[in-house]
């Protein structure tokens, strides 16, 4: 995607979907690094999100949690998959 002055936008080099193999939603996911991993959500996959719906629906605002356990589970497997690459250190 080309950004300011016809530059490619780096905010989405190297991401990749994921979904959620509890409830299908799909996000976008870099791993930085074993430990740093960014994801992002649409407004779609926090509505397909069943965590964060029971959450919201408990009171909570989505924008006030940290993660869904679920969704951190299948990155973890897409990694150990070879969907998603760990840059080496």
Not at 51 to 71: V, Y
Not at 74 to 81: E, F, K, L, P
Request: with cysteine; net charge positive; hydrophobic share 40%.
């Amino acid at each position: 995607m080309p950004g300011a002055a016809g530059r490619p936008d780096e905010r989405h080099a190297g991401f990749r979907r994921v979904e959620c193999d509890r409830c299908a939603a799909a996000v976008l996911v870099v791993k930085f690094s074993r430990q740093h991993t960014s994801v992002q959500w649409s407004p779609a996959s926090v509505r397909a999100c069943a965590e964060f719906s029971a959450r919201a629906a408990a009171g909570e605002q989505t924008a006030l949690i940290d993660t869904c356990a679920s969704l951190r589970e299948s990155i973890d497997r897409a990694v150990s998959h070879g969907h998603l690459e760990v840059p080496p250190p």
